[in-house]
T-cell receptor, first 119, second 110 residues
Framework: GAVVSQHPSWVICKSGTSVKIECRSL??????MFWYRQFPKQSLMLMATSNEGSKATYEQGVEKDKFLINHASLTLSTLTVTSAHPEDSSFYIC???????????????FGQGTRLTVV | LAKTTQPISMDSYEGQEVNITCSHN???????ITWYQQFPSQGPRFIIQ???TKVTNEVASLFIPADRKSSTLSLPRVSLSDTAVYYCLVGRGGYQKVTFGTGTKLQVIP
């Protein structure tokens, strides 16, 4: 099946610094990718939809200037957490679907996640 | 996007069949039902997807009644490694965003 890979798997950074997380679709082209955040014992919360070649669409309440998303190619989307603070510590997960349009149900493929700890 | 409702948690003994039901009363005509499994500190993993009636694969079965307002994920003979959170999602494919409900935390007991 299709594979989505995230890097790094975990990262520790100092408060005030920025961290970049990469999401790659390894064997398919993804014009759209999704970024989620998950706090302990909670469900995944959709942060934004990343569109190749255009601006990302952010969910309500997500600061677009803090969580910068770049989708520069059909296989790579990046999420940069700028000026990170301890409350940004979380598990970040990306997802992509096969580029099939229309009304056919398709599964979403998820990366393995990135554990961000801000100290 | 159709809202889903699942039990928060379930316990089961090893070797038993587990059925997790999801309610999605406002499912749209073109929506599919998809179930995912998530282990701690991992991304969700696709289990099964269906539109109506019954779907079976090597790991699970999915039962969908005619009105499609609910669905049941059936895991045959669970083992300890099936302890995870199971999410029911409803929506169309393609570029539509995927949003998660609360999920069901399944604890398999030896």
């Amino acid at each position: 099946g299709a594979v989505v890979s995230q890097h790094p798997s975990w990262v520790i950074c100092k408060s005030g610094t920025s961290v970049k997380i990469e999401c790659r679709s390894l064997d398919f082209q993804a014009t759209t990718m999704f970024w989620y955040r998950q706090f302990p014992k909670q469900s995944l919360m959709l942060m934004a939809t990343s569109n190749e070649g255009s601006k990302a669409t952010y969910e309500q309440g997500v600061e677009k200037d803090k969580f910068l998303i770049n989708h520069a190619s059909l296989t790579l989307s990046t999420l940069t957490v700028t000026s990170a603070h301890p409350e940004d510590s979380s598990f970040y997960i990306c997802s992509a679907r096969l580029p099939i349009q229309g009304l056919v149900g398709t599964e979403a493929f998820f990366g393995q996640g990135t554990r961000l700890t801000v100290v | 996007l159709a809202k889903t409702t699942q039990p928060i948690s379930m316990d089961s003994y090893e070797g038993q069949e587990v059925n997790i039901t999801c309610s999605h009363n406002n499912i749209a005509t073109n929506d599919y039902i998809t179930w995912y499994q998530q282990f701690p500190s991992q991304g969700p993993r696709f289990i099964i997807q269906g539109y109506k009636t019954k779907v079976t694969n090597e790991v699970a079965s999915l039962f969908i009644p005619a009105d499609r307002k609910s669905s049941t994920l059936s895991l045959p003979r669970v083992s300890l490694s099936d302890t995870a959170v199971y999410y029911c999602l409803v929506g169309r494919g393609g570029y539509q965003k995927v949003t998660f409900g609360t999920g069901t935390k399944l604890q398999v007991i030896p």
